[in-house]
């Protein structure tokens, strides 16, 4: 069992080196995408007992990335999740208090996989010209948005926000999507997108309702047809609901509930689309 | 806005008349398979010590035992209460660790109902490596199962399962006492004043300097008669020379918040930016938690304000 509290990063050191990424002159930092391109990190820069689990993730980014012909989709974003929770997983130790440590996150972010995380989030899209000179025909389902306040590298994905740094976001999200094992997890989030990632971790209300959040998504992937508007729509309409009720106290439990909420959200849907199909008639 | 209810909830009148009463809680903790009690000091916020000093919330985790009783329960029920007569009212624990982003619900292991009324106990460990930080208990009543069907009269009242209808007792637990607790260390000596500050230089108080002993130290010194000593008896909730220490205080207060640069301030403030536990997060928390607002505009403004906010600190934790 590895000891995290070992490997963390102070958010003044982890901006600290990414500001020296900023600093790097064109020419230098070209020379260091073709390094991350190419899935070199000098070992030196991460403690050797993060070298399997590095070697795991990064197998999983490539397998992802074959698989889609170079596309960094919602698809990549959630086998490189599973990958990460399988070898971080609460059942080996790596408890929700270090999950919710950005320290270790900003270690595993900076230190031990900077590359796929600024393949995954380069901040300039000429960045990924270079990208592709060893990556062929690299894409992205979701347009490359600069971040502000950004010179070089994503500062939010990689250390400074604390519910955006990317790993840490895939770990939390597949804790929350959990369903028993890998492949089970996988099937019932399978369908949906990288907006539901966001919606899940950004908002979390009072606090995270784990169980209840794996029933929702659940009910989500029962749906006939997952659209990120009815998932927001349920979210929102959850919150709401949680003010004054407690999920898991409802005749049915959490699984009941979540049913309910979506259908209701769905079917409401479903009959305004049917109205806005009669009136264009 | 998240307060606004449209039905009836638990009243301090009904709570009263119902014959509500809430025993302390009872916290301890599991180590080498033995279980020890900690101290609690505080009422609504509860700073829990371990006199062996093993404990760590983080790796020791938390047991806690509390007893609910209602000597007249069916007052809470039928039109002048918070549930339907014929609907199943129960009692849980609602958590809320803010720290880690999370929350849950506690069961009661027994709830049972005799002709001297109701006792509901809740027994519940958090086991270690699940909360951090801090911990708010709030003890509600709610709808368990349903009325199938509403009596004359009882039309305002909510009649769905898992709903609240009320809050019987909130408490804050606060495990960061390292942080929260203000450095102080006593030094006697004919040679020095009664009181004085030393700091460190700070490099970040954001994010890098944290709020303990390395940054910052409160000095008292008990060599004069009017000198202050905070914990003074067994229990801890007396405070020899109590508004020389409130003054003290103060003063180092308005010193820290001076020492800040002026984005600093505006962070603290407005929390941009903090790391857990940093002087600005530690700083903030204490801005949150003051009673009346504290008066910005001017260093004698603000003292008089710290001042006022001290006091009222210190009364709640005795």
């Given at each position: 069992?590895?000891?995290?509290?070992?490997?963390?990063?102070?958010?003044?050191?982890?901006?600290?080196?990414?500001?020296?990424?900023?600093?790097?002159?064109?020419?230098?930092?070209?020379?260091?995408?073709?390094?991350?391109?190419?899935?070199?990190?000098?070992?030196?820069?991460?403690?050797?007992?993060?070298?399997?689990?590095?070697?795991?993730?990064?197998?999983?980014?490539?397998?992802?990335?074959?698989?889609?012909?170079?596309?960094?989709?919602?698809?990549?974003?959630?086998?490189?999740?599973?990958?990460?929770?399988?070898?971080?997983?609460?059942?080996?130790?790596?408890?929700?208090?270090?999950?919710?440590?950005?320290?270790?996150?900003?270690?595993?972010?900076?230190?031990?996989?900077?590359?796929?995380?600024?393949?995954?989030?380069?901040?300039?899209?000429?960045?990924?010209?270079?990208?592709?000179?060893?990556?062929?025909?690299?894409?992205?389902?979701?347009?490359?948005?600069?971040?502000?306040?950004?010179?070089?590298?994503?500062?939010?994905?990689?250390?400074?926000?604390?519910?955006?740094?990317?790993?840490?976001?895939?770990?939390?999200?597949?804790?929350?999507?959990?369903?028993?094992?890998?492949?089970?997890?996988?099937?019932?989030?399978?369908?949906?997108?990288?907006?539901?990632?966001?919606?899940?971790?950004?908002?979390?209300?009072?606090?995270?309702?784990?169980?209840?959040?794996?029933?929702?998504?659940?009910?989500?992937?029962?749906?006939?047809?997952?659209?990120?508007?009815?998932?927001?729509?349920?979210?929102?309409?959850?919150?709401?609901?949680?003010?004054?009720?407690?999920?898991?106290?409802?005749?049915?439990?959490?699984?009941?509930?979540?049913?309910?909420?979506?259908?209701?959200?769905?079917?409401?849907?479903?009959?305004?689309?049917?109205?806005?199909?009669?009136?264009?008639? | 806005?998240?307060?606004?209810?449209?039905?009836?909830?638990?009243?301090?009148?009904?709570?009263?008349?119902?014959?509500?009463?809430?025993?302390?809680?009872?916290?301890?903790?599991?180590?080498?398979?033995?279980?020890?009690?900690?101290?609690?000091?505080?009422?609504?916020?509860?700073?829990?010590?371990?006199?062996?000093?093993?404990?760590?919330?983080?790796?020791?985790?938390?047991?806690?035992?509390?007893?609910?009783?209602?000597?007249?329960?069916?007052?809470?029920?039928?039109?002048?209460?918070?549930?339907?007569?014929?609907?199943?009212?129960?009692?849980?624990?609602?958590?809320?660790?803010?720290?880690?982003?999370?929350?849950?619900?506690?069961?009661?292991?027994?709830?049972?109902?005799?002709?001297?009324?109701?006792?509901?106990?809740?027994?519940?460990?958090?086991?270690?490596?699940?909360?951090?930080?801090?911990?708010?208990?709030?003890?509600?009543?709610?709808?368990?199962?349903?009325?199938?069907?509403?009596?004359?009269?009882?039309?305002?009242?909510?009649?769905?399962?898992?709903?609240?209808?009320?809050?019987?007792?909130?408490?804050?637990?606060?495990?960061?006492?390292?942080?929260?607790?203000?450095?102080?260390?006593?030094?006697?000596?004919?040679?020095?004043?009664?009181?004085?500050v030393?700091?460190?230089?700070?490099?970040?108080?954001?994010?890098?300097?944290?709020?303990?002993?390395?940054?910052?130290?409160?000095?008292?010194?008990?060599?004069?008669?009017?000198?202050?000593?905070?914990?003074?008896?067994?229990?801890?909730?007396?405070?020899?020379?109590?508004d020389?220490?409130v003054d003290i205080l103060a003063q180092t207060y308005l010193m820290m918040f001076k020492r800040l640069?002026e984005?600093?301030l505006?962070?603290?403030i407005?929390?941009?930016?903090?790391?857990?536990?940093?002087?600005?997060?530690?700083?903030?928390?204490?801005i949150?938690?003051c009673?009346e607002e504290l008066h910005w505009e001017s260093p004698e403004r603000l003292l008089k304000s710290l001042q006022k906010n001290i006091r009222?600190?210190?009364?709640?934790?005795?």
């Amino acid at each position: 069992m590895m000891d995290f509290s070992r490997f963390r990063l102070s958010f003044n050191d982890a901006k600290n080196i990414i500001n020296s990424y900023d600093e790097m002159n064109d020419t230098q930092f070209f020379d260091q995408i073709r390094h991350w391109a190419n899935y070199d990190v000098p070992e030196e820069n991460y403690g050797a007992e993060y070298k399997p689990f590095r070697e795991a993730v990064v197998d999983e980014f490539q397998a992802s990335l074959a698989d889609s012909g170079n596309r960094i989709n919602y698809d990549l974003d959630l086998r490189v999740g599973i990958r990460l929770y399988e070898l971080l997983s609460p059942a080996k130790d790596f408890t929700v208090i270090n999950a919710n440590d950005d320290d270790i996150w900003r270690y595993i972010s900076v230190n031990v996989m900077p590359d796929i995380t600024f393949i995954r989030y380069p901040n300039l899209s000429e960045d990924v010209k270079i990208l592709r000179e060893y990556i062929p025909d690299l894409s992205y389902s979701i347009a490359i948005k600069t971040e502000k306040d950004s010179i070089r590298m994503k500062k939010k994905r990689f250390y400074s926000h604390t519910r955006r740094i990317w790993l840490k976001t895939l770990w939390w999200y597949i804790h929350l999507g959990w369903q028993g094992n890998s492949e089970k997890t996988y099937e019932v989030l399978k369908n949906n997108g990288t907006n539901i990632i966001s919606h899940f971790i950004e908002r979390p209300g009072r606090g995270y309702r784990e169980q209840l959040f794996r029933c929702m998504l659940y009910a989500y992937s029962l749906l006939p047809e997952q659209k990120d508007s009815t998932f927001r729509a349920a979210a929102k309409l959850n919150l709401a609901k949680c003010v004054s009720l407690e999920p898991a106290l409802t005749e049915g439990g959490e699984a009941e509930y979540s049913k309910e909420l979506f259908d209701e959200v769905y079917d409401r849907e479903a009959t305004k689309q049917d109205a806005e199909e009669d009136d264009t008639e | 806005m998240e307060n606004i209810l449209f039905y009836p909830t638990l009243t301090p009148e009904m709570a009263e008349a119902s014959g509500l009463k809430t025993e302390k809680y009872k916290f301890t903790y599991s180590y080498q398979e033995k279980t020890y009690g900690l101290q609690q000091k505080g009422n609504a916020t509860i700073k829990l010590t371990d006199p062996l000093e093993i404990w760590k919330v983080e790796s020791e985790g938390l047991t806690f035992e509390k007893i609910i009783r209602i000597a007249y329960p069916d007052l809470l029920k039928g039109k002048e209460g918070i549930a339907c007569r014929d609907a199943d009212l129960s009692i849980c624990i609602i958590w809320v660790n803010k720290k880690l982003t999370r929350t849950g619900y506690i069961l009661p292991v027994s709830d049972v109902t005799t002709n001297t009324g109701r006792i509901c106990k809740f027994y519940y460990s958090f086991e270690p490596g699940n909360i951090s930080g801090d911990l708010e208990l709030s003890i509600v009543f709610y709808i368990k199962k349903k009325a199938e069907s509403v009596q004359e009269g009882e039309q305002d009242l909510i009649n769905e399962d898992g709903v609240s209808v009320g809050e019987i007792e909130r408490t804050v637990l606060d495990f960061s006492s390292i942080y929260m607790e203000f450095p102080i260390e006593e030094y006697k000596s004919e040679n020095e004043p009664l009181w004085w500050v030393e700091f460190s230089e700070w490099e970040d108080p954001k994010t890098v300097d944290m709020f303990s002993k390395d940054s910052m130290c409160l000095y008292l010194n008990p060599y004069y008669e009017g000198c202050p000593a905070p914990s003074t008896n067994e229990e801890g909730n007396y405070i020899k020379n109590f508004d020389m220490l409130v003054d003290i205080l103060a003063q180092t207060y308005l010193m820290m918040f001076k020492r800040l640069s002026e984005d600093d301030l505006r962070a603290t403030i407005q929390n941009i930016g903090l790391e857990n536990n940093s002087i600005c997060s530690i700083l903030h928390q204490f801005i949150e938690g003051c009673y009346e607002e504290l008066h910005w505009e001017s260093p004698e403004r603000l003292l008089k304000s710290l001042q006022k906010n001290i006091r009222l600190k210190l009364q709640e934790e005795r």
